[in-house]
Nanobody
């Protein structure tokens, strides 16, 4: 069992940057993969980025490649999402999640635990 808490959300102007964090607690931190997802009103929850904890390898959805960077600090049980060159289309509630898959997978059904979400609003 892992409890996840996201932070760092807020409002930012288009072209700006923001960093989200997600800290795990409440149990053994054993997931193999950490992921970031986002959900905008009327939209499906979509994969944004994922990282393999053991190796640090990452996977990004096409729409954020070159703009977002995911990283982790295993010692602090924390993952980050650095978001640069933000666009209004990035506006969504961002969630972190854990998986026990070997590879990073993009489907929500692969993830076992979810944070409460943090709102990111990008204004033009």
């Amino acid at each position: 069992q892992v409890q996840l808490v996201e932070s760092g959300g807020g409002s930012v102007m288009a072209g700006g940057s923001q960093r989200l964090s997600c800290t795990a607690s409440g149990g053994t931190f054993s997931p193999t993969v950490m992921g970031w997802f986002r959900q905008a009103p009327g939209k499906e929850r979509e994969f944004v980025a994922g990282i393999r904890r053991r190796y640090g390898t990452t996977l990004y959805t096409d729409s954020v490649k070159g703009r977002f960077t995911m990283s982790l600090d295993n010692a602090e049980n924390t993952v980050y999402l650095q978001m640069n060159s933000l666009k209004p289309e990035d506006t969504a509630v961002y969630f972190c999640a854990t998986a026990t898959t070997i590879a990073i997978r993009m489907g929500t059904d692969n993830y076992d635990y979810w944070g409460q979400g943090t709102q990111v609003t990008v204004s033009s």
